[in-house]
């Protein structure tokens, strides 16, 4: 009864906002790059790390960049990636841990891709370097594709798994951690998951409520949304669209909320390129247009959690 008031306080909490736009993230660091993914934030958010792709999507690296007398630096690739398609990290909750996914061979003896895996790094301290990778084996990974690790503070692992086998497409597991063993992945319920594509799972550190992608639902505004279900009594309700302040007509996907400000991060395809000019365009006007932050391109955009669910209720 107790945790049902709690959620009744959050969703009133949530309500009583007003809505927010989303607006650029990290732009003067991530205009470079074609194609910015996702985004982690280290627990004490001096650190950020984000994948950048080629135009093809073809290419993947994740690089890092840390925050000094309040400025970012200059995004470097991290040092165990930039020789494999690498992505989606995820930082422990004391940030000595970083969880990621790779296609990389399972061994040095070739470089010839797998299928692809949830790998962690692990670090002394917060200044020290990443270590080797490690493949997570079983029971997270299997021989089809495991992507985007998310973790609750008890240690429960929910992720995105492609198991052709299945009628259904991408679809979000959760491996429960107890006596210090990851469990046999369990596929969330049918509230969560569909017969089409769920993908990119945020979960809150207390599993209250979950964000996540879907792709082309009934009731979503075209290409990919995001969604949010809450936990209850043990039951996830069903996922709401999470509106189209938050989503546009284009791919909106990788969620990730930096509980310390409740901002929701995410990564979107938004195109507002003005197309129709009411005079002909200088040289410099065009450059700017093709270069502003929505003109298609991926990349990664904030918003405060607080004003994030008034419009679905």
Do not use: H
Request: one cysteine or more; hydrophobic letters at 30%.
């Amino acid at each position: 009864m107790k945790f049902f008031i709690s959620i009744l306080i959050l969703l009133f909490t949530f309500f009583s906002y007003s809505q927010e736009r989303p607006e650029s993230f990290l732009l003067e660091l991530t205009t470079p790059f074609p194609n910015v993914r996702d985004i982690a934030m280290s627990p004490n958010g001096d650190e950020v790390m984000f994948t950048a792709q080629s135009i093809m999507g073809n290419l993947s690296a994740i690089l890092s960049s840390k925050k000094i007398n309040n400025s970012w630096t200059t995004p470097e690739i991290v040092s165990f990636s930039g020789q494999f398609f690498d992505l989606e990290p995820f930082y422990s909750s004391d940030g000595l841990t970083l969880y990621f996914v790779s296609s990389r061979p399972l061994s040095n003896k070739t470089l010839e891709p797998k299928d692809f895996d949830i790998w962690y790094v692990k670090r002394k301290n917060l200044n020290s370097n990443w270590v080797k990778p490690i493949n997570m084996g079983s029971p997270i990974n299997t021989e089809y594709g495991e992507f985007y690790p998310s973790i609750a503070k008890n240690g429960n692992f929910y992720f995105t798994r492609d198991n052709t086998e299945l009628k259904t497409k991408d679809d979000i597991y959760v491996s429960e951690f107890k006596n210090n063993t990851y469990l046999t992945p369990e596929k969330l319920s049918l509230n969560i998951n569909t017969e089409g594509y769920e993908y990119n799972a945020f979960i809150y550190p207390d599993e209250s409520y979950l964000l996540f992608g879907s792709y082309n639902r009934k009731d979503g505004f075209g290409s990919g949304d995001l969604y949010i279900s809450f936990k209850t009594d043990d039951q996830w309700t069903v996922a709401k669209n999470l509106g189209e302040t938050i989503n546009s007509d284009k791919m909106d996907y990788c969620p990730f909320v930096d509980t310390k400000t409740n901002t929701l991060y995410f990564t979107s395809k938004r195109d507002n390129t003005k197309v129709q000019q009411e005079k002909p365009l200088t040289t410099n006007e065009l450059i700017t247009e093709l270069n502003k932050a929505d003109n298609g391109s991926s990349g990664l955009y904030r918003v405060s959690i607080e004003g994030l669910i008034k419009t679905i209720n």
